[in-house]
């Protein structure tokens, strides 16, 4: 019993040890690829979002290979998303370019603001795969100058980097009142 203790250790030893020198294209694919679509219709209710852009994007977007299921949101600040998730094993890329291709399609039928601004269209989780807190050790930094910081520093060169489809940012913005 003892020696086969021994060897039991010794595997996970090696194994721990090995997990470090998997490249991370072997790992597995945890979550369905799932690609984004976001615009912006500035000064639009959500009700009219969802009636000139939601809709029209949606109807578009039905019948795409290997896709699972797709949801949508319009809100009172004239953001129009929608989160399409695809099967298991389907190559984000492709994914992204088939979306981008029934999204030309549909182009023509959104508001002109709409298409003046653009639509962005990104691969995207619903998880989260990294969390970074911002700390000023020294305290010359309060949270709305940690966040200025990392939206003007950090998030830009993190964007850069190959593989990463979005960064996000979170905590306190700076904001001005004007009393007339």
Request: charge should be negative; hydrophobic fraction near 40%; aromatic fraction near 8%.
């Amino acid at each position: 019993p003892v020696f086969a203790w021994v060897i039991a250790l010794v595997i996970m030893v090696v194994g721990g040890l090995a997990i470090y020198n998997l490249p991370i294209t072997q790992y597995p694919p945890i979550a369905p690829p799932s690609i984004r679509v976001g615009c912006l219709y500035p000064g639009a209710s959500a009700e009219t979002v969802e009636d000139s852009i939601t809709q029209i994007i949606e109807q578009q977007m039905t019948g795409l290979d290997r896709m699972l299921y797709m949801s949508s949101s319009s809100d009172s600040s004239g953001i129009s998303q929608l989160q399409l998730t695809f099967a298991p094993g389907t190559d984000p890329d492709i994914a992204w370019t088939k979306v981008q291709n029934k999204l030309q399609l549909a182009m023509a039928r959104l508001p002109e603001t709409v298409q003046q601004r653009g639509v962005s269209v990104r691969k995207s989780t619903a998880n989260y795969l990294m969390i970074v807190g911002l700390v000023s050790e020294d305290g010359s930094m309060n949270d709305i100058d940690l966040r200025d910081y990392s939206f003007s520093t950090i998030q830009p060169v993190l964007a850069r980097v190959p593989g990463v489809g979005e960064v996000e940012g979170f905590g306190g913005e700076y904001a001005m009142r004007l009393w007339l």
